[in-house]
C-alpha cells in the first residue's frame, strides 16, 4: 500500500522510474543535450570552415567521422546539428502548446460561441495536409531556423487545444468544479486552481509526441532544402548528400551518424511518452 502522505507527483514518479524504456529515454536524451552544449566549447568544433586537404575523408584522428564533400567536419556538424534540431523542436512545441492549450480550456470551460469558433478553426486546419501547407509557408517566408520554428509551432496548436478540450469538458463535470462557481468563484480562479492541474495530463504526453514530431518535420524540409540553410548545420540538410547514390554507397559517414541521431533522438522521446502515459494513469500500478 502507498503512504498516505505520499504526493501524486512521487507516485508518477516513482511509476515512471519503473519503466524500463522510459527511464533509458530519458538518461539518452540528457546525456545528448549536455553533448551538443559542452562538446562545442570544450573541443572547439567548427562545423563550418572546410578543410580542403581533407574533402570527402573517411574517419580518422583528424576528423573521428570524417569531412564532407566540401572538407566540413561531420562530427562538429554532428553536435551543431543537434542543436539546431532540438531547438526547433523544443521552441515549435512551446509555441504550439502556448496557443493551443489556452484556446482548447478556453473552449472547453466557456462553451457556447466560443467553443464553436475555436473548435471548427481547428477544424479547419486540421483538413489540410500539413506537411503541404509548411511546404507553402516555409517558401513564403523563407527557409531559416526562426521561420521553420515559427511554422511547425503555429500549426500544431490544433493538437493540444483538442486534447485540452476534451480534458476539460470531462473536468468540468466534477463536483469541486461545480461547487467553485456555486459560490461565485470567478473563471480565472477556477481555471487555473480546479480545472487546468487536473486535465493537464495528457498535455504532458502530447508534449513529447509533438517534439518528436516537429524533430522529424524539420528535418524532412532541411533534407528538401527548405528548412535550415547550410552552412548552418542541422541533422537534416546533412542528410541532403545522401540523395546521391555515390555517397549512400560509398561514404556511409556522410549520412549514418545524422540518421542514427535522429532514429535515437525520435526513439527516446516516443519512449518517454508511453513511460509518462502509464505513469500518469490512475488505473496502472
Not at 574533402?55 to 566540413?72: E, F, K, S
Not at 473563471?187 to 498535455?203: E, F, K
Not at 514530431?213 to 542528410?239: D, H, R
Amino acid at each position: 500500500m502507498r503512504k498516505r502522505d505520499e504526493s501524486y507527483f512521487s507516485i508518477v514518479f516513482h511509476k515512471l522510474l519503473r519503466h524500463r524504456a522510459a527511464v533509458v529515454g530519458l538518461c539518452l536524451l540528457i546525456v545528448e543535450v549536455i553533448l551538443v552544449i559542452a562538446l562545442p566549447p570544450l573541443m572547439k568544433l567548427d562545423p563550418i570552415n572546410s578543410d580542403y586537404t581533407a574533402v570527402n575523408a573517411a574517419p580518422g584522428a583528424a576528423h573521428l567521422l570524417g569531412t564532407d564533400a566540401i572538407g566540413r567536419d561531420i562530427f562538429a556538424r554532428l553536435v551543431f546539428g543537434g542543436r539546431t534540431s532540438l531547438l526547433v523542436g523544443l521552441l515549435s512545441t512551446l509555441i504550439s502548446c502556448l496557443l493551443g492549450v489556452p484556446l482548447g480550456i478556453l473552449a472547453g470551460y466557456l462553451r457556447g460561441r466560443v467553443e464553436t469558433a475555436v473548435m471548427r478553426t481547428a477544424d479547419i486546419f486540421m483538413s489540410f495536409p500539413s506537411i503541404v501547407i509548411i511546404l507553402v509557408l516555409v517558401s513564403v517566408l523563407g527557409p531559416s531556423v526562426w521561420s521553420v520554428t515559427l511554422v511547425i509551432g503555429v500549426l500544431g496548436w490544433t493538437q493540444f487545444a483538442r486534447l485540452i478540450y476534451g480534458s476539460v469538458l470531462s473536468v468540468t463535470q466534477e463536483e469541486y468544479v461545480t461547487s467553485a462557481k456555486a459560490i461565485g468563484t470567478r473563471t480565472l480562479p477556477t481555471i487555473l486552481r480546479y480545472v487546468l492541474p487536473n486535465a493537464v495530463a495528457p498535455i504532458l504526453i502530447a508534449l513529447t509526441l509533438h517534439l518528436a514530431e516537429a524533430i522529424l518535420t524539420e528535418s524532412s524540409l532541411s533534407f528538401l532544402g527548405l528548412g535550415v540553410q547550410p552552412p548552418q548545420a542541422s541533422w537534416g540538410n546533412m542528410l541532403h548528400d545522401a540523395q546521391s547514390l555515390t555517397v549512400l554507397s560509398r561514404r556511409p559517414w556522410i549520412w549514418l551518424p545524422p540518421g542514427i541521431a535522429i532514429l535515437t533522438t525520435v526513439l527516446s522521446i516516443n519512449f518517454l511518452g508511453d513511460g509518462l502515459r502509464d505513469a500518469l494513469d490512475p488505473k496502472q500500478d
